[in-house]
């Protein structure tokens, strides 16, 4: 498709549904506004959200309700909080519509009753903690109330059950209007509102069914949107829940703390310090006890969340108390009672016998779990005589905590929903649709036969993908390359076999050049990689390496077997075809040819675009010569440490070098060639693949004989050719 076809304005169906999503959420605003200026016993303020959600689905269902909180928590702070439950009213619905439930007046009856139980029962559990323990509902407590007085039911199970009546009715009405409103409209408005973000030709509905149901091999790409996206959000929510956690936590530790020191000093405004020693002394019979003793009573009792208040004299053995008023659960401690210090505070001991001040104390030992805060009163004389406590209770504290927390969650739980709805929904429409219908497209193509290719390259180009970033230049490419697929495929095919070819011919030409400077190579390399191939063949059988001797690795190791001597090339022929023993120089010599074999496959592979062979053939010419226990040539590797190719082919080049004969020495019998590869087992060869070796005799030995032959023939040859070549010398 042209760049002068795509659409470059809103398309009007566009305009159209952003008006009907804006009027629905209008709808929300009006309808709550409506029952509480009415004082209604409904919400109404989820007329909009059905509606959307019937159209259009769960996406603007999800979106209006979570907008309609946040306009409503303008004026209701708490209501955002409560944008869980109408996000969750638009899940269901949209679920349900898609079934068909609002078509039939039995089923829509259920619907409605499905959603008052589900935004009722959300609504009550987050009212009950958002509330310390109590629902709190307006439009619910008359019900309560009359509920409670019949007897039958306590006062949250009786709030419960309001509220979720509440919702019933609520929902009933609203969904009873929404389902209305939708028959009332037109089937051509209907038709002119899209919801879908097409950003392509939209398919059919079968069509459309045909692309999503295309299955990926492990996870969708829009399974791995909604997962990323997801733990995105979730990480953020929990950080910064965390984090506001932390600051409410430390804030309401600080606010209470300060609301404690206020307590005391109260407290200090009621104690006489001069007459401290005399209350200790006399309790009650001391003049202004009671007085002083009904005041901190008093204003501990003006303060919620104050379980305590008292009055001790630090001394070493204990808390000696001064005024310890009596509570509603429990009396205080007799005046000169001997309180023993909770553990908590022992760090605290030199600092309160010398009279000093100490920071709040939060406590879980004998009186419950506490905030204390010590303030030292001193006499005329700036001595400090004892100290005024007061305990708040961490109960308390910890509830407020809790609300904060559900209604934090509860907000990102809404967000959340919403967030991933909308990924899962973009990345649909932007990417999961056009990627499996460009998939489906083009594996037609490749499956269809030559007369009808015309027409699936009619059906890609007719996709119209128009999404304006990378997917867009995928098909572009997919479309451009369709066209030419035959052709391609051909010469990548002709392409290969040149490749193939080549390869073997690099192998054959490089083994060539070594047999023609070695007269023993020609006949070595043929039979070491026929050995090679039985050792690996048998390891296979026996379960060894398996993971490892793949067909791949097998046809790898045999085709480059005849190159692990190709270094010898690099060594001088007085050397190289000596006819006695090497001397330790010479023969230091020849031991470089591993690394100039090495060196040389390196510098090949360079020119080849597929070196999968050569690797291998480089790892059998630079570690043919390691043993397994170290002390091999040239770099001193051992077991495992050496590659599996390499204790391969030491095994197969060391026995062929045995029963081989040479200017130097005859063939050893075979049988004294096993017996010579056993004795090795474990210093010079792996025991897995010496072992495997020892297990194929039988396809050695054949090996063995056919080597013979060739040798028997070769010299066979090299004697007759000797003999004409006499023969024309004479005449």
């Not at 039911?153 to 009786?158: D, L, M, R, S, T």
């Not at 209770?393 to 969650?409: A, D, N, P, Q, Y």
């Not at 007759?720 to 024309?728: C, F, G, P, S």
Request: charged share 20%; with cysteine.
């Amino acid at each position: 498709m042209g760049t002068d076809q795509r659409v470059k304005r809103i398309p009007p169906q566009y305009l159209r549904t952003l008006v009907f999503c804006v009027a629905c959420v209008v709808v929300n605003a009006v309808g709550g506004y409506a029952a509480i200026s009415l004082h209604l016993p409904i919400y109404l303020d989820s007329l909009g959200t059905v509606l959307s959600s019937i159209v259009g689905g769960y996406i603007p269902g999800i979106a209006i309700g979570y907008v309609t909180n946040l306009i409503n928590s303008v004026s209701d702070s708490t209501s955002m909080y409560y944008g869980i439950a109408n996000v969750a009213v638009a899940i269901l619905t949209s679920y349900l519509a898609r079934r068909g439930w609002f078509d039939r007046l039995s089923r829509t009856i259920v619907a409605s009753i499905l959603l008052g139980l589900v935004c009722g029962s959300i609504g009550s559990l987050l009212s009950f903690f958002l509330n310390g323990g109590s629902l709190g509902n307006e439009l619910s407590s008359p019900l309560a109330q009359q509920l409670v007085a019949t007897g039958m039911v306590g006062q949250v199970p009786a709030q419960v059950v309001a509220v979720i009546f509440v919702n019933l009715v609520d929902k009933a009405l609203v969904v009873l209007l929404a389902t209305l409103v939708h028959h009332m409209l037109s089937e051509k408005y209907l038709a002119g509102l899209d919801f879908i973000p097409w950003q392509q030709t939209p398919l059919s509905k079968r069509e459309y069914e045909a692309a999503m149901h295309t299955k990926p091999r492990r996870m969708s790409l829009g399974t791995k949107f909604v997962i990323v996206i997801a733990a995105i959000v979730v990480s953020v929510a929990a950080a910064t829940t965390g984090f506001s956690y932390m600051t409410f936590h430390q804030s309401t530790i600080e606010l209470e703390s300060t609301k404690a020191k206020g307590i005391t000093a109260l407290m200090a405004n009621a104690v006489d310090p001069e007459k401290v020693s005399e209350f200790l002394s006399k309790g009650e019979k001391a003049e202004g006890f009671v007085e002083t003793e009904n005041k901190l009573a008093a204003i501990r009792d003006s303060f919620d969340n104050v379980q305590y208040v008292y009055v001790y004299q630090i001394r070493s053995d204990g808390c000696h108390v001064v005024l310890d008023p009596d509570t509603a659960d429990e009396p205080g401690s007799d005046p000169g009672a001997v309180v023993a210090f909770d553990e908590s505070f022992e760090e605290y001991l030199p600092t309160l016998l010398a009279g000093g001040e100490i920071e709040p104390v939060i406590s879980d030992e004998t009186y419950g779990w506490l905030l204390t805060v010590y303030t030292p009163l001193k006499n005329s004389r700036g001595e400090t005589v004892c100290y005024l406590a007061a305990d708040l209770s961490m109960e308390r504290l910890i509830l407020k905590e809790l609300t904060f927390v559900v209604g934090v969650t509860a907000l990102f739980a809404a967000f959340f929903i919403l967030v991933c709805a909308v990924v899962l929904w973009l990345g649909r429409y932007g990417i999961v649709l056009p990627v499996n219908s460009i998939a489906r497209a083009s594996s037609n193509f490749m499956l269809d036969e030559t007369g009808i290719r015309a027409e699936t390259l009619d059906r890609i180009e007719s996709l119209g993908i128009r999404t304006g970033d990378e997917v867009e230049n995928l098909y572009e490419a997919v479309s451009q390359m369709s066209r030419a697929v035959v052709t391609h495929i051909a010469e990548t095919q002709e392409k290969s076999d040149a490749i193939a070819r080549m390869q073997s011919n690099l192998i054959m030409v490089l083994a060539d050049l070594v047999e023609s400077r070695d007269k023993f190579t020609g006949d070595h390399v043929r039979s070491t990689a026929a050995y090679a191939r039985i050792i690996m063949n048998q390891m296979r059988r026996e379960g060894i390496c398996a993971d490892v001797l793949t067909n791949e690795f097998i046809s790898n190791v045999y085709q480059s077997a005849p190159l692990h001597d190709i270094g010898k090339i690099a060594v001088s022929d007085a050397i190289l075809n000596k006819p006695g023993r090497l001397t330790e120089e010479e023969f230091a010599i020849m031991k470089n040819h591993t690394l100039a074999g090495q060196e040389i496959l390196e510098n090949a592979k360079s020119a080849v675009s597929e070196s999968s062979y050569l690797d291998e053939a480089q790892r059998l010419a630079a570690y043919h010569h390691e043993k397994w226990d170290g002390s091999g040539y040239p770099y001193g590797l051992a077991g495992e440490e050496i590659p599996l190719s390499a204790r391969i082919m030491a095994v197969a080049d060391v026995f062929d070098a045995l029963v081989s004969k040479r200017s130097y020495k005859e063939g050893f019998p075979v049988e004294k060639a096993f017996a010579i590869i056993e004795e090795g087992i474990g210093t010079h060869f792996d025991p897995q693949v010496a072992r495997a070796f020892l297990h194929a005799k039988d396809k050695a030995c054949a090996v063995v004989e056919e080597s013979k032959k060739r040798q028997k023939a070769e010299e066979e040859a090299a004697r007759l050719k000797a003999a004409k070549r006499a023969n024309t010398d004479a005449s």
